[in-house]
């Protein structure tokens, strides 16, 4: 009897992990992979939903792990129409090539459809349920089974679930309030001419994304004589400006010539490191021991000099380094400096070390977060992920020509508003932006127009959208434990509302998400591992996996949970 596997999404999380059941190559397994959508492969970033024309990716060719052919190979097969409307030039295209988003999720649909060809070819049986809404999950223990609730169809019966949905901004105001904008997703929605400013909260690729799409609509870009992009205002809104507001007033960094593009396993810490550590710290794995393993010590060899100047530095200290630079210098000076080394870095094909090994530290942390103490969770928090979020972001070049272009219309500013800013929704539509500025005073700044663009938020454990798992207790909230009592009991003087105190004096800082295993499988309210269903979307696993996205995501969470489904 075959093993019945239901793929729940069909974008890139569903395309790696089918990959991975097709490499396997056993013919002992059913895999339905069911999409809500009628196109495979591109999920929301790469498609409609989640980008115009204008937008492009962060990754290039060389940076993507292998599916089943390279992007170059591919765009020797798109007719060439197609490339026209893309600006993409055939023969000038080479692996160090970013590409426009929705061109890229025509290449990630068409190796979908090269991957269920091989699966035929195999005697894989797969069968693609499209504009198919899963609406609910219900586990059938006393069976080993799993039961998908499927819009207008009912249920169907599988032995593993694997939950790859993908994005999900929910609607808070949006709807209600005019000129309230949730996220800047699908992007149609900010085709507006707007005469007036506009709030932005953020100042990441998802912000970018915003800016690239409301300036088009009230202006436009050229390139002039001297090849320098040029933003030339519309008649329509003369006063149209773009005002980002950041929590620490930075702009995010721009892609460099990373020279370990893919980040591989060997980033990660072993097995054996992670048990020695915890072994060593009463269960928890420290933050510090892995910013020494998986930061510092990668500099040795890579940057001597370097290492030499962060090698008796904490957590706290180096980020207080970095950022110190950073806060001193005027954000578009800082940004137009940045260019240029960017560019050098490219023109020489030589890398920004720190900031390559950041991104290193940012993959290798995510695998074991689980394991963190609740103390070091919150330092991970307020400490590292503000520098981490900046630097790795790695905004294109093509949108930061665009950005430097608005700074010099004047259309483009960034205001620095801190953690206790608050966004207050008006009634009469738009809001009010409340927060203080750099010298301290109260400002409250009404905007007709305001774009949350903090990127994909995690979700809490309620959000969770599979209720009868909630219900069955076979999924659990995410929570780290805190080492020490008088920390957690201080943090609930301090007000924190996420710390919970059990009746066993124990104190625990609840998390976004749900509780996963290092396999992905759910864990169930008894503390039990369900075998039967797995979570790769990043939405509601960010409290055990807080910073984990992009395709080494996928790469590296499929590996693992096709295995653990192979070898069980």
């Not at 949905?165 to 808070?172: Q, R, S």
């Not at 608005?406 to 960034?414: C, F, P, R, S, T």
Request: glycine share 6%; hydrophobic share 35%; net charge negative.
């Amino acid at each position: 009897m075959k093993t019945r596997i239901a793929i729940l999404g069909g974008g890139p999380s569903a395309l790696f992990v089918f990959k991975r059941f097709v490499e396997a190559g056993q013919k002992d397994l059913e895999i339905h992979i069911f999409e809500s959508k009628k196109l495979l492969g591109a999920g929301m970033p790469y498609s409609y939903q989640g980008s115009n024309q204008e937008h492009v990716t962060n990754v290039s060719d060389n940076e993507i792990p292998e599916i089943v052919t390279s992007i170059q190979e591919w765009i020797q097969t798109v007719p060439e129409d197609e490339l026209i409307r893309f600006g993409v030039d055939r023969d000038r295209f080479n692996e160090y090539k970013v590409l426009p988003r929705l061109l890229f999720g025509q290449y990630l649909s068409a190796q979908f459809d090269l991957l269920l060809k091989k699966a035929e070819r195999i005697g894989l049986q797969t069968h693609v349920h499209k504009g198919c809404r899963v609406i609910d999950i219900i586990d059938v223990p006393g069976e080993k089974k799993v039961d998908v609730d499927i819009e207008r169809s009912g249920l169907s019966r599988f032995n593993r679930v694997i939950i790859c949905t993908g994005h999900n901004w929910p609607a808070k105001h949006e709807g209600t309030t005019p000129g309230y904008y949730d996220s800047p997703y699908p992007p149609a929605k900010l085709k507006l001419v707007l005469n007036h400013p506009i709030a932005i909260r953020g100042s990441s690729l998802t912000a970018i994304d915003a800016m690239r799409t409301l300036a088009r609509n009230n202006g436009s870009f050229h390139t002039d004589e001297d090849g320098k992009v040029v933003f030339q205002p519309s008649e329509e809104s003369p006063d149209f400006r773009l005002v980002m507001h950041s929590r620490n007033g930075l702009l995010p960094a721009i892609r460099f010539h990373l020279e370990d593009p893919l980040l591989s396993e060997e980033a990660l810490l072993t097995k054996e490191e992670i048990e020695q550590n915890r072994e060593a710290n009463d269960g928890f794995l420290e933050l510090d021991y892995i910013f020494e393993k998986a930061f510092k010590d990668l500099f040795r060899d890579k940057d001597p000099k370097f290492y030499g100047r962060i090698r008796e530095m904490n957590i706290e200290q180096f980020v207080e380094s970095m950022m110190a630079v950073r806060e001193k210098t005027e954000p578009f000076k800082l940004f137009r400096k940045e260019y240029a080394e960017a560019e050098k870095s490219i023109r020489n094909e030589e890398s920004i070390h720190w900031k390559e090994i950041l991104a290193v530290l940012s993959y290798a942390m995510n695998y074991p977060a689980k394991y963190l103490s609740a103390e070091d969770r919150m330092r991970l928090q307020k400490v590292l992920m503000p520098l981490i979020s900046i630097v790795i972001a790695f905004v294109p070049q093509s949108s930061a020509k665009e950005m430097l272009a608005l700074d010099d219309a004047g259309k483009l500013e960034i205001v620095s508003v801190g953690d206790d800013s608050k966004v207050v929704p008006e009634s009469k539509g738009g809001i009010t932006y409340h927060y203080k500025d750099e010298s301290g005073e109260e400002k409250a700044i009404y905007y007709n127009t305001f774009v949350d663009c903090i990127g994909q938020p995690h979700l809490p454990f309620e959000s969770f959208p599979f209720k009868s798992l909630i219900a069955d207790g076979t999924v659990m909230p995410a929570h780290l434990k805190f080492r020490s009592s008088a920390e957690g009991g201080a943090a609930i003087a301090d007000g924190n509302e996420n710390v919970e105190q059990t009746a066993r004096e124990d104190f625990y800082l609840k998390v976004p998400g749900i509780a996963i295993t290092d396999h992905f499988q759910v864990l169930e309210r008894s503390g039990s591992t369900n075998r039967r269903i797995y979570v790769m979307a990043v939405p509601y696993i960010g409290g055990y996996n807080p910073d984990y996205s992009g395709l080494d995501f996928c790469e590296q969470a499929s590996l693992t949970i096709v295995e653990s489904i192979l070898k069980e």
